[in-house]
């Protein structure tokens, strides 16, 4: 079975400076999808970024970019000029590219963002 | 915009009871999920759906059963709640392709007493 793991249970960042957080997991397949998404607090979750395995270029949005290492199976999102409206938990997801599967998440990180 | 709409935000309920969360999306998707999200354990996925009146056992389905009569409708259902079934409930949909992001609800917090 695949396992997600956010190895940072709550990260603290400033206004205007970066902060990287940390995904790795565990799968034998080659093929796969990975997913950063965002819950501010008492709202709706909703996507940040997502990466192919398939892709060796690193996807961006905007201010969040991340560092995709397939051979360490490592994940991390960074945040670049950080905003308050950044503070929220943030969800590492792993999908395999086949059949009817489903998604997994790791446990979170909760992202303080102080002014 | 994808809406995923929960009709309960907040929910109390007593033990024993039997009790029905819905979930209704408006954009035609064939995926259909509930997960259930608890403190330091992160989202756990109780059921999900690929096709109306298909439905397959998640991660963790014990205590929990589902519906899918029609395609824009995915209903979670405790036969007899307990308190740990007391937790924060996201339903969410995707269309067919692989690498489609899920589309969330916004929860419904249940609390069993």
């Known amino acids: 079975a695949q396992t997600v793991t956010q190895s940072q249970p709550e990260m603290s960042v400033q206004e205007a400076e970066t902060v990287t957080l940390s995904c790795t997991y565990d799968?034998?397949?080659?093929?796969?999808?990975l997913f950063w998404y965002k819950q501010p607090p008492s709202r709706q979750m909703i996507l940040v970024i997502r990466?192919?395995?398939?892709?060796?270029q690193n996807a961006t949005e905007n201010r969040f970019s991340v560092n995709f290492q397939k051979a360490a199976k490592s994940f991390s999102l960074k945040i670049s000029d950080s905003q308050l409206g950044d503070a929220a938990m943030y969800f590492c997801?792993?999908?395999?590219?086949?059949?009817?599967?489903?998604?997994?998440f790791g446990k979170g990180t909760m992202l303080l963002v102080s002014p | 915009d994808v809406k995923v709409t929960q009709s309960s935000r907040y929910l109390v309920k007593r033990t024993g009871e039997k009790v029905f969360l819905e979930c209704v999306q408006d954009?035609?998707?064939?995926?259909m999920f509930w997960y259930r999200q608890d403190p330091g354990l992160g989202l756990r996925l109780i059921y999900f759906?690929?096709?109306?009146?298909?439905?397959e056992k998640g991660d963790i389905p014990e205590g929990y059963s589902v519906s899918r009569e029609k395609k824009e409708r995915f209903s979670l259902i405790l036969e007899s709640a307990s308190t740990n079934q007391t937790s924060m409930y996201l339903c969410?949909?995707?269309?067919?392709?692989?690498?489609?992001?899920?589309?969330f609800g916004n929860g419904t917090r249940l609390t069993v007493t």
């Open positions: 954009m035609d998707h064939e995926n």
């Open positions: 969410a949909s995707k269309p067919g392709q692989r690498n489609s992001p899920l589309h």
């Open positions: 799968t034998s397949e080659s093929d796969y999808y």
């Open positions: 759906s690929y096709d109306v009146k298909m439905k």
């Open positions: 997801a792993y999908r395999r590219d086949s059949g009817y599967s489903t998604l997994t």
């Open positions: 990466q192919e395995a398939y892709k060796q």
